[in-house]
């Protein structure tokens, strides 16, 4: 069984800035791409940023240049560092990955969503 768990989600002023942690663990083989997708009220979930292993990263147009993702493959985490935080970033954050498990060659599994709000 794999689990993904994200921590690091909070209130924060608008300017501010947070960072996402999420951990991969279970019997899990190998990691493809692991990632963060938000939700905001009334929204459809988006992809926010996204990062293979060998460390090429895409971002969404939104927030480029102000997010940064990153991954340590050997504790198979991925953080999300949020800067210049805009009350439009309010949402709930997702962490996503693309693995192999010894059950399956391949997947996608979702965390269950840590709230990021930002106060104007």
């Known amino acids: 069984q794999v689990q993904l768990v994200e921590s690091g989600g909070g209130l924060v002023q608008t300017g501010g800035s947070l960072r996402l942690s999420c951990a991969a663990s279970?019997?899990?083989?190998?990691?493809?791409?692991m990632g963060w997708y938000r939700q905001a009220p009334g929204k459809q979930r988006e992809l926010v940023a996204k990062?293979?292993?060998?460390?090429?990263?895409n971002y969404a147009g939104s927030v480029k240049g102000r997010f940064t993702i990153s991954r340590d493959n050997a504790k198979n985490a991925v953080l999300l560092q949020m800067e210049s935080l805009e009350p439009e970033d309010t949402a709930i954050y997702y962490c996503?990955?693309?693995?192999?498990?010894?059950?399956?060659?391949?997947?996608?599994?979702w965390g269950n969503g840590t709230l990021v709000t930002v106060s104007s």
């Open positions: 279970g019997s899990i083989l190998s990691i493809n791409v």
């Open positions: 996503n990955a693309y693995l192999r498990t010894t059950e399956n060659y391949g997947s996608f599994y």
């Open positions: 990062i293979k292993g060998d460390g090429r990263a």
